[in-house]
């Protein structure tokens, strides 16, 4: 007979265990960042650990999902993120509720991916969804909330950069490459990589003024002065326009309500196109290497769960809030009033009753 | 707000150093052994060229100079706005001179410094591909029957030639880049716009 591959005490790859100070930080975080979004009426919802493995179809999700099958020899799957599980409750349980409708969840989710920087298996998100209504509203009071979580956290100078997928999508669909050279362009446009974009469209059928766009969108990021630049590189293709025409009036929305000075603009953010529709965003801070936040505007989701309503939403993760909060040196999380020690069981529960921290001892030696 | 820039003590270094003179950007006389240096508003780190992409990636450093073959091999999640132009070389795979184009039915077998390189490479391809995994000295692999070719780069070729090897596929055209973190391009946006623009004076 074989023995175990491994320790008893041996961990697998990719989770973590907290303990004390950094489990009452995670805390905190939690509660904080729970309160923001019950202060803008978001509600809560506790969605459960697995569902049918269909249910999370965002595309490049489906490799990361630990799925198996159930004793009926259905498909399941331990949720790899919540906004796919959210979009089926709406459009089930919630079907009677009438838009828009706002929602926020805390929990971790599963998912497999091979060790990288800032990345687990087990992750931690705290995030909303805001379902129907009104677009702009929604994408505008979405970013809000996300900059009054970072000042909630006491984040120092972070950054929501804004991006819409429409300026890629239309420069790439006006530049009438085929497939294969879209996902290479994608993916040089995502590198900020200026060469790498011409040396795709070397040769290729599209016109000039695309070509000059799509090189120049890996420039495109920065503060919001971007966008008066931007709308003169994409000129040339309307839709792409009228993007960022919808960005610009975002921003201005955010600026008339005092947050500025949190906004930036990146027009070359183009990792989630298959997922959004509209605004994407990702939320940067000095301090950590790797964005601690993401989210964007999703039209098509709820249509597949058959209850087709536009959605905004973001997510911020705890994991990586925690860390840069060290990072940036960050008080840590009050601590708890000391236990008054007690040797009985009775005084103990006397105390409990007045509401006094407690350590019953039997004079025992710790060891 | 000081900026850490990675660099490599390797073959990219010297022309790190010229462009760095050239753009005017403050740059230690002589690092010597030290590893860290301060210099003038900027920390320095002088690491392995492999290990410029990392450090990039993890935010230790805000930016760093890499070459694109170790971009390609690294797969590191980083911004690559600046071609500088040095470094130039071609990523290529290299056969025995008078070598049958198609030597074995099953896998070819591969001698690489870059397996994830040449792996994609050639499955993508349709090509079953064996990729044994060298740390240098690649050239040697096909003439001593431990592989059917290389992928490796090439400056001049005199190396291949020297070896009995021709280069037969370009994989990648290679040069050094300017990487940036992606965080630290947003965080950091004055501090590492300031200095992108000045490298890329010096480029143009």
Known sequence: MNGPSHRLVQVPRGVQCFVGDEALRRRAIEDLTTGVFQGWDYEEIIPPLFDYADVFSTPGLAAQTYSFLDRDGNLLALRPDFTSLLAKIAAGRLAHRAAPIRLFYSGEVLRYQPPRAGRHNELFQMGLEHLGGESMAADAEAVAVAVECLDALGVRDGVVALGHVAVFNALADAAGVDPAARGALR???????????????????????????????????????????????????????????????????????????????????????????????????????FEVGSGGRYDGLLARFGRPLPAVGFMLGLDRIALLLERQGAAPAPALAAAEVVTSLAAACEKRRAGTRVRLTSGERTR | MTLTVALSKGKLLAGATDLFRRAGVPFPEEPGRRLVVDHEGLRFLFVKDADVPTYVEYGVADCGIAGRDVLLEAGSDVYEPLDLGFGRCRLVVARPRNAQADPRSSALRVATKYPRVATSYFLERGVSVEVVRLAGSVELAPGLGLSDCIVDVVETGGTLEANGLEAVEDVAPSSARFIVNRASYHAHREAVAALMGRLRAAVQ
């Open chain 1, 187 to 289: 993916e040089r446009v995502d590198a900020k990589d200026a060469s790498g974009v011409a040396d795709v469209l070397a040769g290729g059928a599209a016109a000039e003024a695309v070509r000059k766009a799509l090189i120049g969108l890996t420039s495109l990021a920065g503060d919001v002065s971007i966008l008066d630049r931007a709308a003169q590189t994409v000129r040339a293709v309307p839709a792409a326009v009228a993007a960022v025409a919808e960005l610009r009036a975002l921003v201005d929305g955010l600026a008339a309500a005092g947050l500025g000075r949190r906004i930036a603009v990146d027009l070359g953010d183009v990792r989630a196109l298959d997922y959004y529709t509209g605004l994407v965003f990702r939320i940067f801070a000095p301090g950590l290497g």
